[in-house]
């Protein structure tokens, strides 16, 4: 099975910052990776899909890199409605398995 | 509007049979899978595994097959998740989701694009 690995599991940051979260895949996924967003008492919903693409009427402040074994997304300048949390999600074992990360926190400094 | 609509919370005992179900609008529904993630309290996300409705294929993670069952019924657009027998330890929140991709083609792989509210279940 294909294991996903966040870093950090929680991140204090202020309003204007940037903040860049990693995922990290326990054997080559080529670019099936997604990247959701999840605010409390709400599902998650997606962000970013194939490593880099962004969803229809997310925000461009948001962007993800990678390849392989390593992703990173990037959010360029916190606005206060970023704060919740994150989930990596690989999509190169299906249909079957679409592996989460732990998700990582990121709350307000 | 593309929508996915779970039925409500659920309390049961251990021990209890329980059927919760996800039902899709707004779409062709056999043309996507519908798949099942499982919250625990204060957790992260869980894959269960996934129907195709067009055929009523099911697909499960090693962690929950056997433990869960996932089926759906086309006619009504419904898909279902299923325990014969519940524990405490399935105490949780359970959002269906459909499997969709960006194009025809799927070139950019698969995500989850349209999520239910979740369904609560508390086994005490």
């Known amino acids: 099975d294909i294991q996903m690995t966040q870093s950090p599991s929680s991140l204090s940051a202020s309003v204007g910052d940037r903040v860049t979260i990693t995922c990290r895949a326990s054997?080559?996924?080529?670019?099936?990776l997604n990247w959701y967003q999840q605010k409390p008492g709400e599902p998650p919903k997606v962000l970013i899909y194939?490593?880099?693409s962004l969803r229809s009427g997310v925000p461009s402040r948001f962007s993800g890199r990678g390849s392989g074994t390593e992703f990173t997304l990037t959010i360029s300048s916190l606005q206060p409605e970023d704060f919740a949390t994150y989930f990596c999600?690989?999509?190169?074992?299906?249909?079957?398995?679409?592996?989460f990360g732990q998700g990582t926190k990121l709350e307000i400094k | 509007e593309v929508q996915l609509v779970q039925s409500g919370a659920e309390v049961k005992k251990p021990g209890e049979s329980l059927e919760i179900s996800c039902k899709g609008s707004?779409?062709?529904?056999?043309?996507?899978?519908i798949g099942w993630v499982r919250q625990m309290p204060g957790k992260g996300l869980e894959w269960m595994g996934i129907?195709?409705?067009?055929?009523?294929?099911?697909r499960y993670s090693p962690s929950f097959q056997g433990q869960v069952t996932i089926s759906a019924d086309k006619s009504i657009t419904t898909a279902y998740l299923q325990w014969s027998s519940l524990e405490a330890s399935d105490t949780a929140i359970y959002y269906c989701?459909?499997?969709?991709?960006?194009?025809?083609?799927?070139?950019?792989?698969?995500?989850?694009?349209?999520w239910g509210k979740g369904t609560t279940v508390t086994v005490s």
């Open positions: 989701a459909r499997r969709g991709c960006n194009n025809s083609t799927c070139s950019r792989g698969y995500y989850l694009d349209v």
């Open positions: 194939g490593v880099s």
């Open positions: 054997q080559s996924i080529s670019r099936y």
């Open positions: 707004g779409y062709t529904f056999t043309n996507y899978g």
């Open positions: 999600q690989q999509s190169y074992s299906t249909p079957a398995m679409f592996t």
């Open positions: 129907i195709f409705p067009a055929d009523s294929a099911a």
